[in-house]
């Protein structure tokens, strides 16, 4: 009889491609960055050779100021739009020209520690490009005190409701005919709209207008908002990365030093309206006035608040599956529509990370619960309905396939005690 993890374990094969895995075939062809990041976490579980590989190749399209871009495209796909002619980065391989959250270090430190014998040559030779990512991080994103993206796409959570009031000040009118290819793969329903697509693509044509200079796009480029969620991932991603430094004799002063400025500077996205960490357009200085699961990864970070944990509650409360992608209770809610409500197996695993770092174990059981349910009655899709667990988004998905190998299946363990420390 083949069981949920057999099935798991077959989609990681199916969706490898040798060497790196694509989230899910057709819909997203090449090698996104923290989808490949969890597709290691979930090789991890039964092949740890195989998880390694896929770091390395992640990180063997690092560019030479540091940054690891979001896609890589190994091979030419027609089926994807935009692809590598479109970015025009110039790089070999052909990559996108922005990066994506960093989660990178903190599933290194999961894998490592497995097996610390077999992982140590491979964490050791990996180790100088995960620092030179972070470095990138704190010298071109973190200057106003939180971590910045300068595009929706950089965050991982493409279209969700924190970057409205950036998207406003985006002018898409003029990026010319193109023809996306996502909405032939998925219901359009479920994906960003034509305007928000306007906008994506008039900051890629900005990006590749001044040859990919990110302090140029920073200074000038049409989008830089502060990100809740990059933050929190950014400054655990330091901790378990200076962690990694320490068990390897490194000297990790430097490190430590980027994550005493990140915590410093949370106090520049809490916004006291809200009652929670909120987006921040870095234009005008404005907050998105939304809350969003970017705020709650504040637990993967040791920076969560009690006014948080209301906000945490009264939205989980209101929903049945997860934790929602925006507040079910506002009007910018769509339980099914990419960013705008869904609940993401992905960012559940995160947020549980670090409910079971901080020692609320019981909060951590639900939410294992609830996504072991989505994944049992729909199967290894994207992203969920939270109300009523309908499956959306790309189907055979891996990194839903590695959060039920690695967390949400009965047969996991606690797996989310490694890398607690």
């Given amino acids: 009889m083949t069981t949920h993890d057999d099935t798991a374990r077959a989609i990681l094969r199916g969706n490898d491609r040798g060497g790196y895995t694509v989230p899910t075939a057709g819909l997203y062809p090449y090698q996104w960055n923290w989808d490949s990041a969890f597709a290691a976490w979930g090789f991890s579980t039964f092949d740890l050779p195989r998880a390694w590989d896929e770091l390395d190749t992640l990180f063997s399209a690092q560019w030479d100021d540091g940054m690891v871009p979001h896609i890589i495209f190994h091979r030419d796909d027609p089926g994807y739009f935009p692809g590598p002619d479109v970015w025009g980065t110039g790089h070999v391989p052909a990559t996108s020209g922005i990066s994506q959250p960093p989660v990178a270090a903190i599933l290194a430190r999961l894998i490592w520690d497995r097996d610390r014998d077999l992982g140590e040559a491979r964490i050791r030779a990996l180790f100088p490009a995960l620092r030179a990512w972070h470095r990138w991080w704190a010298e071109y994103r973190c200057g106003s005190g939180a971590a910045a993206i300068t595009h929706p796409w950089e965050s991982g959570r493409d279209n969700c409701p924190d970057w409205d009031i950036g998207m406003a000040d985006v002018d898409g009118s003029n990026v010319g005919d193109y023809t996306r290819r996502d909405t032939g793969h998925v219901d359009p329903s479920m994906r960003p709209g034509k305007a928000d697509y306007d906008r994506y693509l008039a900051m890629v044509q900005f990006g590749r207008g001044c040859g990919w200079d990110q302090a140029r796009i920073v200074r000038d480029g049409p989008f830089l908002m502060a990100d809740p969620g990059i933050t929190f991932i950014l400054l655990r991603a330091h901790d378990d990365l200076a962690a990694i430094g320490r068990a390897l004799g490194e000297d990790v ?7 005493a400025d990140l915590r410093a500077g949370l106090e520049t996205i809490w916004n006291p309206a809200l009652g929670a960490y909120d987006a921040r357009n870095l ?7 939304v809350l969003g699961s970017g705020a709650f990864l504040a637990y993967l970070a040791g920076a969560e608040r009690p006014e948080l944990e209301q906000h945490l509650l009264r939205s989980w409360d209101a929903v049945k599956f997860g934790i929602p992608s925006a507040d079910p209770e506002s009007a910018i809610f769509e339980s099914r529509r990419y960013w705008r409500g869904p609940s993401w ?4 695993a995160l947020i549980a990370l670090g409910l079971h770092s901080g020692g609320r174990p019981e909060l951590e059981a ?4 609830e996504t072991r349910e989505l994944i049992t009655r729909g199967g290894f899709y994207e992203y969920f309905d939270p109300l009523d667990a309908t499956p959306c988004g790309g189907a055979d998905f891996t990194w839903t396939a590695a959060i039920w190998l690695t967390w949400a299946s009965p047969s996991a363990g606690e797996t989310l005690a490694q890398g607690a420390a």
């Fill in 253 to 259: 002063t430097e490190i430590e030093g980027w994550a």
């Fill in 283 to 289: 234009r005008d200085g404005e907050f998105a006035g």
């Fill in 345 to 348: 197996p992905v960012v559940n």
């Fill in 366 to 369: 639900r939410l294992r619960r």
